[in-house]
């Protein structure tokens, strides 16, 4: 680009009044104790010096806000900030994955907006303009849009956005049924943590299961009775219940997801509104995850992996946080005909994957039994190493259905990845020793944004059919790149 | 598959025997120490036991790593294969490679080869390392590959 861009507007005046607001509880407030702790000094002193910081404060900002500009020229966005040390920073449009427009509750007041540039790279605030009125955000969000596909659109003549279609939205009851589900057992976990850093002062030695029994025979103590303790486990239990509800009503209210053209525009927030705009050909996988209770009951989870890793896990957005069997449909449609698969259309793996588990536990088991009479105890923990083996097989299913490869795996908390062909971008075939012993492969795919722990793996497949798999994404690769490559020089 | 370079060999085994002498200078530390401090300790008491230890991954470990590795490049792809115990094999299509790296650690460098590192977009092995190339073969790959390069892949 021409570099050649001015950076010549200031974010909204309003912002420093707005910053002030948000660092003066944590700055301002503990001067005033502070001071009446450290001397007796007047009130009237300790009033006006905290009127004095507060003006430094204010002037800060407004140094800050002063030296901040941004512009948008053809084809870069740029940001120049700084006191002393001016840096200037230009972002192709191109470069751009994400706009994300934030509205934290002071925000709303002043009819403010904070803009996220999301590029690539995984650094933080890469292009935070912090804060702008809505108006300007959606400028802002127009311009680069559109200058992604035509980077010599003039700055007024923006199109205004397509005419947007709803795809999924989700009542406030349909939010408090979905933070029902996001129980946290943090509250049981804090509340030992409790017991335990007074754990000198209790009467009894809370890790000992033998003064735990007598304690329940002898009820000694008085006031640690059987009662009571259940009555603190209820409440942590409540407690777990109110804060997943919570949390989860602060998070995805009003959570509504629309189509526009060739972006969904995922909103959702109480107290901070916040806007998420996922392209459609930035979307590299979707996963379906729905846990035993949510199963149960026909809900599920979709998420998205794209590319940026937005601070909301990773490269994946959710999309629908609590969803049934058809709204999951629905949505995946509008992706490119993602679809969910029924079973029938779906491979299992190899029957050989009980082998695989079960035996490297088995073979210390064994060994232990020989050595000491008692060991032969052990083996009663074959029973369920088989039928979690055995469930492990039945629910991890995989197929390659013309473009898209389906992968199903978990018991307790079922994913299904739908993958792209087009998306992958390399393939592993792994053998592990016993593995290779059996005749069996793990294959990997990779796509971008990917987590490394939950990323899709075809485990245990027969090592002809993983070959014969891996060889069929990489020719549909090679297929699709040699045609875009044609369709480009055309 | 086209197997590695000799010279890589002699990397692999400069490393192991790196890591090999670490260990047993800790071992020969430990053995001085416990010798003062309990006086009948018979002398390589700890230091046999650990030198046997250490026998196979410097001594046998690394021709067997050095023999797993192999690779093959068409116009398309670059497979790769290695690891004794668990066999990997890896395909990155040429069109999804982001960017391409050919670097030379100083042992490398007395060896006479080099490495090819692939960046692809993904996350989980974004990073594909195809060791002990000579330098004309690692930048032939690296001018083919890097003809291939696309811009937006994604």
Redesign the interface.
């Known amino acids: 680009m021409n570099g050649g861009t001015i950076a010549d507007r200031h974010v909204h005046p309003a912002t420093v009044p707005l910053r002030f607001l948000k660092e003066a509880p944590s700055t301002l407030l503990g001067l005033p104790a502070a001071f009446a702790y450290l001397s007796d000094v007047g009130w009237a002193t300790v009033l006006s010096f905290a009127a004095s910081v507060a003006v430094v404060m204010i002037f800060v900002n407004w140094i800050i806000w002063s030296r901040f500009r941004y512009g948008v020229g053809p084809g870069e966005i740029v940001i120049e900030k700084g006191l002393l040390h001016r840096t200037r920073r230009s972002i192709p449009f191109e470069r751009i994955q994400d706009v994300d427009i934030e509205r934290g509750p002071l925000q709303r007041l002043f009819g403010l907006a904070k803009v996220k540039i999301e590029t690539g790279g995984s650094g933080k605030d890469e292009g935070l303009l912090d804060s702008v009125t809505l108006a300007e955000a959606d400028r802002l969000r127009g311009i680069i849009r559109a200058g992604k596909g035509a980077p010599s659109l003039g700055a007024e003549e923006v199109p205004r956005a397509e005419p947007s279609q709803l795809v999924f939205a989700m009542d406030v009851g349909r939010v408090f049924v979905s933070g029902l589900f996001n129980f946290s057992l943090l509250w049981i976990a804090g509340l030992f943590a409790l017991l335990q850093t007074f754990d000198d002062w209790l009467p009894f030695d809370i890790y000992d299961p033998g003064r735990w029994v007598g304690l329940v025979d002898q009820r000694i103590a008085g006031r640690f009775s059987t009662g009571a303790i259940l009555a603190v486990l209820l409440l942590a239990l409540l407690l777990g219940v109110v804060t997943g509800v919570a949390r989860t009503l602060a998070r995805d209210f009003g959570f509504r997801l629309t189509l526009e053209g060739e972006r969904f525009r995922r909103e959702r927030g109480l107290f901070t509104r916040t806007e998420a705009v996922i392209p459609r050909r930035r979307v590299q996988l979707a996963r379906l995850q729905t846990g035993p209770l949510r199963r149960l009951l026909g809900w599920f989870q979709l998420y998205f992996q794209t590319l940026s890793a937005g601070k909301d896990g990773g490269g994946h957005q959710a999309i629908a946080p609590l969803a049934n069997q058809s709204e999951v449909a629905g949505i995946l449609e509008e992706q490119g005909g993602f679809r969910v698969p029924d079973t029938s259309e779906l491979t299992r793996v190899s029957s050989r994957h009980l082998v695989r588990t079960v035996l490297p536990p088995l073979v210390p088991i064994l060994v232990l039994a020989i050595l000491f009479p008692l060991g032969w105890a052990l083996l009663a923990a074959l029973p369920p190493l088989v039928a979690v083996a055995l469930l492990e097989r039945r629910f991890h299913r995989y197929g390659l259905l013309s473009d898209l490869l389906f992968v199903r795996r978990g018991v307790w908390r079922q994913q299904l990845w739908i993958v792209p062909v087009a998306k992958v971008q390399s393939l592993r075939l792994s053998r592990s020793w016993l593995q290779r012993r059996l005749g069996l492969a793990t294959l990997a795919v990779d796509t971008a944004g990917a987590p490394a722990m939950n990323a899709p793996r075809i485990v245990d497949v027969r090592e002809d059919r993983a070959q014969a798999l891996a060889a069929e994404i990489a020719a549909r690769l090679r297929a699709q790149d040699s045609g875009r490559k044609s369709g480009t020089e055309r | 598959m086209i197997a590695l370079e000799r010279g890589q060999l002699g990397v692999m085994r400069v490393h192991a025997l790196i890591v090999g002498v670490f260990i047993v200078a800790v071992a020969l530390v430990a053995e001085a120490i416990l010798h003062t401090a309990v006086a009948d300790l018979v002398f390589g008491a700890i230091g046999l036991p650990v030198l046997l230890l250490i026998a196979y991954p410097v001594l046998a470990a690394p021709p067997r790593r050095y023999r797993a590795w192999g690779y093959r490049i068409d116009a398309?792809?670059l497979h790769i294969a290695h690891?004794v115990?668990?066999?990997?094999?890896?395909?990155?299509?040429l069109?999804?490679v982001q960017h391409i790296d050919v670097s030379q650690g100083p042992i490398e460098r007395n060896f006479g080869v080099s490495r090819l590192v692939l960046h692809?977009?993904?996350?989980?092995?974004?990073r594909?390392v195809l060791p002990g190339l000579s330098r004309e073969t690692a930048e032939t790959i690296r001018d083919e590959v890097r003809a291939r390069i696309?811009e937006?892949t994604?």
């Open positions: 398309e792809e690891g115990w668990t066999r990997v094999e890896t395909v990155v299509p069109a999804r692809t977009a993904g996350t989980m092995h974004s594909v696309r937006d994604l």
